[in-house]
């Protein structure tokens, strides 16, 4: 079956310094990845599109120069938070997708003390 | 404005129960529908996927249907056991392609 890697699968930073997280889909090619937070006991809140070889699509509320989104290739997409604060803290998870289906990575917790 | 809802936001039974977790949603102009399990600090879990033009799904001890005219989702789980503790996760696929997510269930199943 389809198996979308993520990781880190957690990261403790300092505020103000950035972290980058992967996501890349194993065993097929997806030109579309999404990336999601999750704050504790909420569900999930769609951050951004991302296509292969394009500008990712942010929602509405979502910062695109804090969250940088490069999907430079059908394999792989990355979400890089930048100057992270504590605010920032949560739950990442990429899913990408394949015929009708969506498969999610497994998440990152960030940690910004 | 596609929003989704879940019903029971908790949900607490004993071991042996059948029980069912609904889903409800605003805009029907969905592709599909699929329910997920999140364990604690974890990813999601696919169970089931709906396609717009069906009815229901099937796998093992789990039942998914869905209503797509009155935007509604169950799923049923039969026989339930300790193991399936977890947070049950209602999400529809938009017409944007991207996926709207309910606040889940959260069910403990009790020795």
């Known amino acids: 079956g389809a198996v979308v890697s993520q990781h880190p699968s957690w990261v403790i930073c300092k505020s103000g310094t950035s972290v980058k997280i992967e996501c890349r889909s194993l065993?097929?090619?997806?030109?579309?990845m999404f990336w999601y937070r999750q704050f504790p006991k909420q569900s999930l809140m769609l951050m951004a599109t991302?296509?292969?070889?394009?500008?990712?699509?942010?929602e509405q509320g979502v910062e695109k120069d804090k969250f940088l989104i490069n999907h430079a290739s059908l394999t792989l997409s990355t979400l890089t938070v930048t100057s992270a604060h504590p605010e920032d803290s949560s739950f990442y998870i990429c899913?990408?997708?394949?015929?009708?289906?969506?498969?999610f990575g497994s998440g990152t917790r960030l940690t910004v003390v | 404005k596609q929003e989704v809802t879940q019903i029971p936001a908790a949900l607490s039974v004993p071991e042996g129960e059948n029980l069912v977790l609904n889903c409800s949603f605003t805009?029907?102009?969905?592709?599909?529908l699929q329910w997920f399990r999140q364990d604690p600090g974890k990813g999601l879990t696919s169970l089931l996927l709906?396609?717009?033009?069906?009815r229901e799904q099937t796998s093992g001890r789990l039942n998914a249907s869905l209503d797509k005219s009155s935007g509604r989702s169950t799923l049923y789980i039969a026989a339930s056991q300790p193991g399936d503790s977890a947070t049950y996760l209602c999400?529809?696929?938009?017409?944007?392609?991207?996926?709207?997510f309910g606040a889940g269930t959260r069910l403990t199943v009790k020795p």
């Open positions: 065993d097929f090619q997806a030109t579309t």
């Open positions: 999400a529809v696929r938009r017409v944007t392609n991207d996926m709207r």
């Open positions: 805009d029907s102009a969905i592709y599909n």
């Open positions: 991302s296509n292969e070889g394009s500008k990712a699509t942010y």
């Open positions: 709906i396609q717009s033009s069906q």
């Open positions: 899913s990408a997708t394949q015929n009708y289906g969506y498969t």
